[in-house]
């Protein structure tokens, strides 16, 4: 097996769905003469031409509109947002006219593409340019959300987004693409949306988690106490609720750990739909991990206290499992 | 000389009426650039990082143009432009090597500058971001009936956002007093102006919105000095926003893992010949205020001072973990006091 950095599993995603279907173009800042910000889209310029790997001004409003527009007359775009932060000023685009173009032509017209963004903390970007803003677009009927955690579920999810009838916004944990792994790619390998996936298996507690956090969750599970057991969830919306509910009536407990404010995160939604559809198997309450309620820090110590630490994780989950009572979050202990 | 013989930002702003000051400032900020990449390559600074060294004229040139209590909006590349509005070198520094010593407490990092007492507004890391701003922070200026200012400077990719757009004719419209400072240096991160912008000047655009569209050689602050005290002079009396256009250069990549490969030969030195330092020191010499062959000397004592805000800024600890809860919101606990511009 090959060991490829990840960043390379984008990069095959994108070349490989270009090379598959003539209508996949992509749009974004720096993405073809330069190889793109992060260099997920090094060579792509040269394999497939200026006219579908297409350099744009700093208008994101723009070319995430033209993306809409092409998307309904026949094109497939996959539009780069280099920072999740900047769809901020092209936001309408995608969730009022993208996701509900279906809705308003009663299915005639639908906006088949992609909006692809580095996201997530860790690495001292500061509070402009860290947060995984994924509840921006989980709660627009319309649009899908994934996350990719690994090489494999970077190649496999995008090609599902690029494949997707319908807008799919695909978060890229920023901290993972210098991240080294064992991968042999297989250009037929697709991960369903809307499918979670088991990564450990366990009996004392769910813990349901996705992004780079699927790594905190595996190590914390290796060093805690308790046997836990591990999903990543993926899609978040629309999320799998199936493997949710069938591992937590199997282990009795449900932990979610999320790269999100307690406020935001997707977790509440996981808990409320557990607790109101498997109230009986649980042993002890939902309990979720999450980010304080504060913009992501600068300073290095700070910011990773901030983020959940497998120690930190281990030790959330073995109280619940020990007690049966939700413990409090760090900052509140604090205080 | 006054460089960072004063640790208070209103005082070295003051400073800047002093013609030797105002070369001494552009030295201290191509020497504070020189030390963040130095920095970087010692590990004290994390994520990104983006210089301006070049950009030394425009940013002395406007700071010395418009007073203490005139607002400032700008970008992630704004050290310059703190430094030159009065923000200590230790108290940048600072915030890029995430210290408590920092203009934010080592919150913010690189691209999030801020020192209210010299107007300086946090600097945004999101395109287009502060031109908006700048024309709220003028309407309140009129509103409250004196004739303060706002500059938002941003950078010449910048003008091919909505936000752009909007703010000038939301400014031209409402006759606000708001200086647009577009720093033309030719790229927008690894991109020429010319694959992104049909226009070579950014200035024209002033036409659409029926405001003055002003081009300036950016590497000589006694021009853009000269442009700024117009615009902001126009502002003042109530006759409404202009677009200043600085052509410019930033001698280093976009950022710091840019190595800049896509400039075409030769561009890089023909901006080095025009160097906005040399360039004043020159006039320096010619007006009797410098000694021949007194650059040199000025150069090295900055570098020291810089040196010693350095070691200044190491020395101190990063923020406590309480900080991250702190200044969230009124009832955070931070023990915020808000500032009152115009109070006086
Ligand atoms: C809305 C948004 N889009 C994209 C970016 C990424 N970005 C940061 S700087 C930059 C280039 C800006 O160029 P310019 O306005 O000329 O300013 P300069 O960096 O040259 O000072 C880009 C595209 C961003 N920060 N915000
Ligand atoms: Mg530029």
Request: with cysteine.
């Amino acid at each position: 097996m090959a060991k490829i950095w990840i960043r390379q599993a984008v990069l095959r995603a994108l070349d490989d769905a270009m090379t598959d279907d003539p209508t996949v173009i992509m749009m974004g800042e720096d993405i073809a003469a330069a190889g793109g910000p992060f260099k997920v889209t090094e060579g792509l310029l040269a394999a497939h031409g200026p006219d579908r790997v297409i350099d744009t001004p700093i208008s994101e409003m723009a070319f995430m509109g033209a993306a809409v527009g092409a998307a309904v007359c026949g094109m497939k775009p996959v539009v780069e947002m280099m920072f999740i932060e900047f769809i901020g000023v092209a936001l309408d685009q995608l969730t009022t006219q993208a996701a509900t173009m279906r809705y308003l032509s009663r299915g005639r017209l639908t906006a088949p593409l992609v909006v692809r963004a580095s996201a997530g903390a860790g690495q001292g970007f500061g509070c402009q340019h860290s947060q995984m803003l994924d509840h921006w677009f989980r709660g627009t009927p319309g649009l899908k959300v994934v996350v990719t955690s690994n090489a494999r579920t970077t190649y496999g999810l995008l090609r599902s987004a690029i494949e997707d009838p319908d807008p799919v916004v695909v978060l890229e944990p920023r901290v993972l693409y210098a991240e080294r792994e064992e991968y042999e790619f297989d250009r037929n390998y697709r991960i369903p949306l809307g499918q979670a996936e088991i990564v450990r298996k366990g009996t004392d507690a769910t813990l349901v988690t996705c992004g780079s956090m699927v790594r905190v969750a595996l190590a914390a599970a290796e060093s805690s106490k308790a046997n836990i057991e591990v999903i990543d969830l993926l899609t978040l919306w629309p999320w799998d609720r199936k493997t949710v509910a069938d591992s937590v009536a199997r282990t009795g407990r449900l932990v979610t750990l999320e790269e999100a404010p307690e406020g935001s995160g997707w977790g509440g939604d996981v808990v409320s739909h557990i607790a109101i559809q498997a109230f009986g198997s649980l042993k002890a309450p939902p309990h979720r991990i999450t980010l304080p309620e504060a913009p992501v820090p600068y300073s290095g110590p700070l910011e990773a206290r901030f983020l959940p630490s497998p120690a930190y994780v281990a030790e959330q989950v073995d109280a619940l499992v020990s007690t049966n009572k939700s413990p409090a979050p760090w900052w509140r202990n604090a205080a | 000389m006054t460089i960072s013989n004063s640790n208070a930002p209103v005082a070295r702003r003051e400073a800047l009426k002093d013609r030797l000051e105002q070369l001494t400032r552009m030295i201290e900020i191509r020497s504070v650039e020189e030390r963040i990449q130095k920095l970087f390559a010692e590990g004290h600074v994390r994520g990104s990082t983006h210089l301006a060294n070049g950009q030394e004229a425009v940013s002395v040139g406007i700071a010395r143009s418009i007073d203490p209590d005139d607002i400032v909006t700008c970008t992630y590349r704004g050290h310059g432009h703190a430094l030159a509005l009065g923000v200590t070198p230790a108290a940048v520094l600072g915030e890029i090597c995430g210290r408590v010593i920092g203009c934010a407490g080592g919150l913010g990092g690189s691209m999030h500058l801020v020192e209210p007492s010299v107007g300086l507004l946090p600097t945004a890391a999101i395109i287009g971001a502060g031109l908006p701003i700048a024309c709220g922070a003028a309407m309140a200026a009129r509103a409250r009936g004196n004739d303060r200012v706002a500059v938002a400077i941003f950078g010449d990719g910048s003008a091919n956002i909505g936000a752009f757009h909007e703010s000038l004719n939301f400014a031209a419209i409402r006759k606000l007093p708001v200086v647009f400072v577009c720093e033309n240096n030719l790229y927008g991160e690894y991109t020429r102006i010319q694959l992104s912008t049909p226009v070579e000047d950014i200035a024209v655009r002033a036409a659409s919105y029926n405001m003055p569209g002003v081009i300036v050689d950016g590497q000589d602050a006694d021009k853009v000095a000269e442009a700024m005290a117009e615009a902001v002079a126009r502002a003042r009396r109530g006759d409404g926003p202009s677009l200043v256009e600085m052509k410019t250069y930033r001698y280093s990549g976009h950022s710091r893992s840019d190595p800049a490969t896509y400039r075409p030969a030769g561009e890089l030195d023909a901006w080095l010949k025009r160097d906005p330092i040399d360039i004043f020191a020159n006039r320096m010499v010619e007006e009797n205020i410098l000694a021949a062959g007194g650059l040199d000397k000025l150069k090295a004592e900055v570098r020291e001072a810089v040196e010693l805000a350095t070691a200044e800024v190491l020395q101190s600890p990063g923020p406590e973990l309480g900080e991250i809860m702190a200044h969230v919101g009124a009832y955070s606990g931070g023990g915020d006091q808000r500032w009152n511009f115009w109070s006086k």
